[in-house]
C-alpha cells in the first residue's frame, strides 16, 4: 500500500510495480487508473486518508489474493489532485487471467465503498467536504 502527497505518477508507480514482480511467475497483470474529472466547476479533488483503518483493509484483501495465488497493490493520494490527474491506482498480479479480472473488479468496487478515505471538491482555491462521496464509518460520531 502506498500513499504520496498529490497526483500519482502513473508510469513510474507501474513500472516499479511490474518490475518488483517480473519474476514472480504470474500469468496475468490488471490494473485500473483513477482520474480526476473535470465536473461541476472544480479545480481538485482533495483526500484524508485514516491510514491505520486502510492498512487493516488492504491488508485483508492482500490475504483474500493470497489465497487465491495472487497479490494486491494500491496507491492513493493524500491532499490535492488536480482535474485530469491520477489519485488512485490498483493492481492485482495472479497465475490465472480470470482471476485477475475478478479481483481487480471487486477489489476496486470494495475500496469505493469501505476505503477511509474523505473527499473534497476544490473550486476558488477552497476545500469543500463531498460528503456524499466520502466513506461513512460505523462509530465515527460526526464522521459518520
Known amino acids: 500500500m502506498e500513499l504520496h502527497h498529490g497526483p500519482l505518477d502513473v508510469n513510474e508507480i507501474?513500472?516499479?510495480w511490474l518490475a518488483s514482480e517480473a519474476n514472480s511467475n504470474f500469468g496475468a497483470f490488471v490494473s485500473f487508473v483513477g482520474t480526476i474529472?473535470?465536473?461541476?466547476?472544480?479545480?481538485a479533488l482533495s483526500f484524508d486518508i485514516y491510514e491505520p483503518i486502510l492498512q487493516q483493509w488492504f491488508d485483508k484483501w492482500q490475504e483474500r489474493a493470497r489465497q487465491l495465488g495472487?497479490?494486491?497493490?494500491?496507491?492513493?493520494?493524500?491532499?490535492?489532485?488536480?482535474?485530469h490527474a491520477s489519485s488512485y491506482i490498483?493492481?492485482?498480479?495472479?497465475?490465472k487471467r480470470r482471476v485477475a479480472?475478478?479481483?481487480?473488479?471487486?477489489?476496486?468496487?470494495d475500496f469505493k465503498a469501505?476505503?477511509?478515505?474523505w473527499k473534497y471538491d476544490?473550486?476558488?482555491g477552497k476545500r469543500i467536504y463531498?460528503?456524499?462521496?466520502?466513506t461513512p464509518m460505523d462509530g465515527a460520531g460526526l464522521l459518520s
Open 70 to 83: 495472487g497479490i494486491v497493490k494500491i496507491a492513493h493520494a493524500v491532499g490535492d489532485v488536480p482535474v
Open 122 to 124: 476544490v473550486a476558488d
Open 101 to 109: 479480472l475478478e479481483l481487480i473488479d471487486a477489489f476496486v468496487e
Open 114 to 117: 469501505n476505503a477511509p478515505i
Open 14 to 16: 507501474f513500472g516499479r
Open 130 to 134: 463531498a460528503q456524499d462521496r466520502s
Open 90 to 95: 490498483s493492481a492485482v498480479f495472479s497465475p
Open 37 to 43: 474529472r473535470a465536473e461541476n466547476g472544480i479545480e
